[in-house]
């Protein structure tokens, strides 16, 4: 069973997420903020992070690039989930080497296709450009 820590600031979409993924078979964790992100990474072992890009204090980003940068958690997924929808948003989020990037809103499926692509090392901007 794969383990996912979720790292949304705002509790009914972190709820939500958590809902749909530990109905499709995924272990489930959550975090409310970047700073709470890194402690439940070391904790839990994820084998992917699904993380808003905007979050209070430490951003998504800046998890992201913590992550890839230590040896300890480089191999850990990050898959973001954000509203931003912009080109300099995407750029920035693969800058800080995520693998997969999904817009809000999303349907069940597109999460579901987001997260199992992301797990299986298939890298990709965005869910309309990869179909």
């Known amino acids: 069973m794969n383990r996912v820590l979720v790292v949304e600031d705002e509790d009914d979409v972190r709820e939500l997420l958590k809902t749909i993924l530990t109905g499709n078979g995924f272990e489930v964790f959550t975090a409310s903020s970047g700073e709470e992100a890194l402690v439940k990474v ?12 905007v979050l209070p204090g430490l951003s998504g980003l800046e998890v992201c690039r913590l992550l890839k940068s230590k040896e300890s958690t480089r191999c850990v997924k990050v898959l973001f989930v954000s509203a931003l929808d912009r080109d300099v948003d995407l ?37 309309s450009e990869a179909a």
Request: overall charge negative; hydrophobic content about 50%.
């Open 42 to 53: 070391v904790e839990v072992e994820p084998d992917l992070v699904v993380l808003d890009l």
């Open 91 to 127: 750029r920035y989020a693969f800058e800080a080497e995520c693998d997969g990037y999904l817009v809000k809103p999303f349907t069940v499926a597109e999460l579901l296709l987001s997260v199992d692509r992301v797990l299986a090392s298939e890298k990709f901007l965005k869910l």
